[in-house]
T-cell receptor
Framework: DTGVSQDPRHKITKRGQNVTFRCDPI?????LYWYRQTLGQGPEFLTY????????KSRLLSDRFSAERPKGSFSTLEIQRTEQGDSAMYLC???????????FGPGTRLTVL | QQPVQSPQAVILREGEDAVINCSSS?????VHWYRQKHGEAPVFLMI?????EQKGHEKISASFNEKKQQSSLYLTASQLSYSGTYFC???????????FGKGTHLIIQP
């Protein structure tokens, strides 16, 4: 499978715990995006990277959210001190150089109890 | 601002046609169309760049009116597999993250 992959697919955590999600983009895609999707809504853009540089992070929902892409390949999204309102599907998408199409991974469904 | 999609939902018989509209109050560089089935990730359908081009493959096509900041997705001779929620995502620049509408629920009945 050469599509975008995300791990884990499901995560259940207790309020106050930290969680980290991983995204592996399609090979040679230099741009990587994180989105959050809640029930009945379209995806909501959070942040994106071009190679290892994080070019937009003002849309991260709070300072509890952070993302990294240290070597320009996979990326991680961390949520600290989770709250019940963080329960959602977290989607990753990647985009090839010189093209604007974004291809989504299967997502990580987070449930905060 | 979030683009506005219409209609919110539509029910069709197999073989009928559908049009889904997407309208933005902001100047757009591109419009991206996706279909999402329940519990699955959005699947890329097509992208339209400013310039008023129309794109299509098989029975799905789309247009983009840059001046009106509107795009429409056309589904002809709908198939059962077309059922799902259709989202338009808009971008003001080439590499920007997308701003999605609330989606249009399409149900195709046999």
């Amino acid at each position: 499978d050469t599509g975008v992959s995300q791990d884990p697919r499901h995560k259940i955590t207790k309020r106050g715990q930290n969680v980290t999600f991983r995204c592996d983009p399609i090979s040679e895609h230099n741009r990587l995006y994180w989105y959050r999707q809640t029930l009945g809504q379209g995806p909501e853009f959070l942040t994106y990277f071009q190679n290892e540089a994080q070019l937009e992070k003002s849309r991260l929902l709070s300072d509890r959210f952070s993302a990294e892409r240290p070597k320009g390949s996979f990326s991680t999204l961390e949520i600290q001190r989770t709250e019940q309102g963080d329960s959602a599907m977290y989607l990753c998408a990647s985009s090839p150089p010189n093209y604007n199409e974004q291809f989504f991974g299967p997502g990580t469904r987070l449930t905060v109890l | 601002q979030q683009p506005v999609q219409s209609p919110q939902a539509v029910i069709l018989r197999e073989g009928e046609d559908a049009v889904i509209n997407c309208s933005s109050s902001k100047a757009l560089y591109s419009v991206h169309w996706y279909r999402q089935k329940h519990g699955e990730a959005p699947v890329f359908l097509m992208i339209l760049l400013k310039g008023g081009e129309q794109k299509g493959h098989e029975k799905i096509s789309a247009s983009f009116n840059e001046k009106k900041q509107q795009s429409s997705l056309y589904l002809t001779a709908s198939q059962l597999s077309y059922s799902g929620t259709y989202f338009c995502g808009t971008a003001g620049g080439g590499a920007d993250g997308l701003t999605f509408g609330k989606g249009t629920h399409l149900i195709i009945q046999p």
